[in-house]
C-alpha cells in the first residue's frame, strides 16, 4: 500500500462549479499537510498548509483534515479555468522534513 | 517565500553524458532539497543538501549517481550522471521550513537519449 493515495483524475468540471479533491494515508505519524497546484510545465506552488484536524480556509479554497479517518481534502469554491491544474496532496512526519507527495489530480474547469 | 531560480529549464542529453541543474535562492536557507518527478509518479526525494556537509539521500538514490554541492546558503547543485533514458524526468529543487511549508523551482525537464 502507497504511503499517500490520490485518484489521478482527470477530473472535469464547468465553471462555477464546487470541486472537491482528495488524498488518503496510512501513515498515522503525518502531521503535516499541504495541497500544491501545478501548471503544466511548472513548478508546484503552495496553496494551502494544516497542521492537524480541522478546517482551514483560504479564499475559495478549504482544506480538510480527518486523521482519524486519514484523509484530506481540498474544496474548491466558484471554480474558474484558470483554476485548471494539476492538484497535489503532500504531508510529513514531525521531526522530518521530507515531504510524501500523492500522484496529483488533473483539474479542468470548463468555461 | 523565498524565490527559486533553477537552470537549465529543460536538456536533451544523450545517454551516458551528466547534466548538471542549479538552484539559486534569493535568500539564505539551511536546507535545499532535490526531487525527482517522473511521468505519472509521485514526486519523489532525492536528497536533502545542507550547506558544509554532505548531502543526505534517500532510498534507491546514490551519491555516485546523483553528486550534489552545496557551497553557500543560497545555492546548490545537482548532478545526474551516467545519465540513461530512465532518468528522464523532471527534477525540483525546493527550500523551506518545517512549519511554513516549502516552495519549489520551476524544474529542469530532462530527456535522455
Known amino acids: 500500500q502507497k504511503e499517500v493515495e490520490q485518484d489521478p483524475g482527470p477530473l472535469s468540471v464547468p465553471e462555477g462549479a464546487i470541486v472537491s479533491l482528495n488524498c488518503t494515508y496510512s501513515?498515522?505519524?503525518?502531521?503535516?499537510f499541504m495541497w500544491y497546484r501545478q501548471y503544466s510545465r511548472k513548478g508546484p506552488e503552495l496553496l494551502m498548509y494544516?497542521?492537524?484536524?480541522g478546517n482551514k480556509e483560504d479564499g475559495r479554497f478549504t482544506a480538510q483534515v480527518d486523521k482519524s479517518s486519514k484523509y484530506i481534502s481540498l474544496f474548491i469554491r466558484d471554480s474558474q479555468p484558470s483554476d485548471s491544474a494539476t492538484y497535489l496532496c503532500?504531508?510529513?512526519?514531525?521531526?522530518?522534513?521530507?515531504?510524501?507527495f500523492g500522484k496529483g489530480t488533473k483539474l479542468t474547469v470548463n468555461p | 517565500s523565498a524565490v527559486i531560480s533553477q537552470k537549465p529549464s529543460r536538456d536533451i542529453c544523450q545517454r551516458g553524458t551528466s547534466l548538471t541543474i542549479q538552484c539559486q535562492v534569493d535568500?539564505?536557507?539551511?536546507?535545499m532539497f532535490w526531487y525527482r518527478q517522473q511521468p505519472g509518479q509521485s514526486l519523489t526525494l532525492i536528497a536533502t543538501?545542507?550547506?558544509?556537509?554532505?548531502?543526505?539521500?534517500e532510498s534507491g538514490f546514490v551519491i555516485d549517481k546523483f553528486p550534489i554541492s552545496r557551497p553557500n546558503l543560497t545555492f546548490s547543485t545537482l548532478t545526474v550522471s551516467n545519465m540513461s533514458p530512465e532518468d528522464s524526468s523532471i527534477y525540483l529543487c525546493?527550500?523551506?521550513?518545517?512549519?511554513?511549508?516549502?516552495?519549489f523551482g520551476s524544474g529542469t525537464r530532462l530527456t535522455v537519449v
Open positions: 503532500a504531508m510529513y512526519q514531525g521531526g522530518s522534513e521530507k515531504l510524501v
Open positions: 494544516t497542521y492537524s484536524s
Open positions: 535568500s539564505q536557507v539551511t536546507m
Open positions: 525546493s527550500v523551506g521550513q518545517r512549519n511554513r511549508g516549502y516552495t
Open positions: 501513515n498515522s505519524a503525518f502531521q503535516y
Open positions: 543538501a545542507n550547506q558544509g556537509s554532505e548531502a543526505t539521500y
